[in-house]
């Protein structure tokens, strides 16, 4: 059974600075990642889709890596600002159950 | 393209109560998704339909909650009666072909039961 582990559960930095998010995951039979934002009282907004073939992805200021081998996976946002404040979700989507699993999420807070 | 209709967007329901939830999945997306989301942790898969049928209900607590996908587009859960436990947010999700396509959320339904 697939389980994705996130750490930090709380992160708080001030703005403009970059910082790594990290994501962890037990079976490495997994199709792809995908990086989710969710505001508070909100959906889930994909950010970034990484095939199990892509090494990684990057959209404007994000940029998420995949390493199977290890069974890891990073989201990097570049130059943070306060707007970026959210709770991020990494989900592993399995090649059997094509359903996502999901870590508990990394809370960001970007102080001006 | 319209995204994931969910309805109501929060429902307070006391114990013993029954409540549904509505789902509209983008259009043309043949898998629609049920997940539930508890306060500081992740959506956790309720359930999956591929068109009008089931193809994973095994973490659907099935003593209390239902869901149905008739006509293969728009969906319902239901939770009859409803626990303490099962207050959460409650997202739907679409995913368009049978294949490994990313999946949409819509906003989610929050229940809060008293």
């Known amino acids: 059974k697939q389980e994705v582990t996130q750490i930090p559960a709380a992160l708080s930095v001030p703005e403009g600075e970059n910082l790594v998010l990290n994501c962890s995951f037990t079976d490495s039979a997994i199709y792809n990642l995908q990086w989710f934002r969710q505001d508070p009282g909100k959906g889930l907004t994909s950010l970034l889709l990484i095939q199990s073939s892509q090494r990684e992805q990057t959209s404007g200021r994000l940029n998420a890596s995949l390493d199977k081998s290890s069974g890891r996976s990073t989201l990097y946002i570049a130059a943070s600002q306060p707007g970026d404040s959210a709770t991020y979700l990494c989900a592993g989507l399995d090649t059997g159950r094509r359903a996502l699993t999901f870590g508990s999420g990394t809370r960001l807070q970007v102080q001006p | 393209e319209a995204g994931v209709a969910q309805s109501p967007r929060y429902k307070i329901i006391e114990k013993r109560q029954s409540v549904a939830f509505w789902c509209n999945p983008i259009s043309g997306h043949a898998t629609l998704y049920w997940y539930q989301q508890i306060l500081g942790q992740g959506p956790k898969l309720l359930i999956q339909?591929?068109?009008?049928?089931?193809?994973?209900d095994s973490q659907l607590p099935k003593d209390r909650f239902s869901a149905e996908r008739l006509k293969g587009v728009d969906s319902t859960l239901k939770i009859q009666p409803a626990k303490l436990e099962d207050s959460a947010v409650y997202l739907c999700?679409?995913?368009?072909?049978?294949?490994?396509?990313?999946?949409?959320f819509g906003p989610g339904t929050r229940l809060t039961v008293t």
């Open positions: 339909f591929q068109n009008n049928g089931v193809v994973d």
């Open positions: 999700a679409s995913r368009s072909g049978t294949g490994y396509h990313e999946q949409y």
